[in-house]
């Protein structure tokens, strides 16, 4: 019955296109494509009770999500949409952007003493990824540090991509002003090369240790340099880690500094980094405290006098009954304990005053330290 029904209706869309004659010869032609179309839809019916349409490519891509327009690097597929949402988004630490921007303050000033030379340093962007990514993502050959945290038990990574370390070997052999590193690839880095690079590392670690000791003391130790990625990993792949950049400029030289902290280094002191500003109390209200310290002095508390104290076996008082007497070892003359709650405070002799049992506080009761 499908099939009768798709034959039928072609052979109406082909008589009603016969039939059109106002439509021009361009409106004819039209008519007569979208009847053969049909026809040709009608044909293709396997009998199953609908018809069999095949996506073109276009389609596809809009299903898929590609967005059409602007560069192609930006086009981004469904899928590749899905994979990224799961991605997790890392809290950002205030502070640690503080912290960064002391560090490009002290190294304009530590390799300036370092080189002899007009250095400028500037941070380019604070951002967070994976550490297997960031391995990928190094532009080989560079040189690698791995340094250590000894206050956090933990470890960093600097990374000096090639330019600089050119650079710095330019500057510090002599280089003349005016013309630019020469650089060699395809070849190991010398153990000159590798020495002055080491030495450039430790100021500019001395100059980190520095820009943390305003929120906690740290020691940046030199630990190796790497030139293989692979035997610089401090972190598993899939662990978070904050990624800085620096920039490096001598004049017409220069190259760039990459620190990466993972988010396990900075765990000890995230407290702090999460602060908005240095000295943060996080909601802390000074004169509220103060207000309740000042009440506190007025509040009114139990005080208990213990005359005397006798130690039994479970044995024992299983078999109290009535009538039972304890013996106490106390007499007029012994002193008293006067507690709160289970907290010794005084230690006192009891008397009378008037009509009424009292107590003279002879010392206070020294709490342990």
Partial sequence: MADDDQDKMAEEWGAMADEDVGGGADGGEGADDLAAEWAAMAEDGDGGGGTARVLNQDEIDSLLGFQEGGDSDEQRSGIEAIIDSGMVSYERLPMLEVVYDRLVRMMSTSLRNFTSDNVEVSLDNITSIRFGDYLNSIPLPAMLTVFKAEEWDNYGL???????????????????????????????????????????????????????????????????????????????????????????????????????????????????????????????????????ATELWYTDVDIEVVLDEVSSSLGEVLEWKKGTFLPLQATPESPVELRCGEVPMFVGTMGRKSNRIAVRIDKRVEGEQ
């Fill in 158 to 292: 600097v990374t000096i991509d090639s330019s600089l370390i050119y650079s710095i070997v330019d500057v510090l052999l002599g280089g003349r002003r005016g013309t630019a590193a020469m650089r060699i690839e395809g070849r190991p880095y010398t153990t000159i090369e590798r020495n002055l690079v080491e030495r450039m590392i430790n100021v500019v670690l001395a100059d980190l240790s520095a820009a943390f000791d305003p929120l906690s003391s740290v020691t940046m130790r030199f630990d190796r340099l790497e030139t293989n990625p692979r035997f610089a990993t401090i972190a598993r792949p899939a662990n978070a880690a904050i990624l800085a950049r620096l920039r490096i400029d001598m004049e017409d030289r220069g190259g760039r500094l990459e620190l990466l902290l993972p988010y396990a280094t900075l765990e000890p002191v995230r407290e702090l980094l999460l602060q908005m500003f240095m000295g943060e109390k996080f909601g802390r209200d000074s004169i509220w405290e103060n207000h309740l």
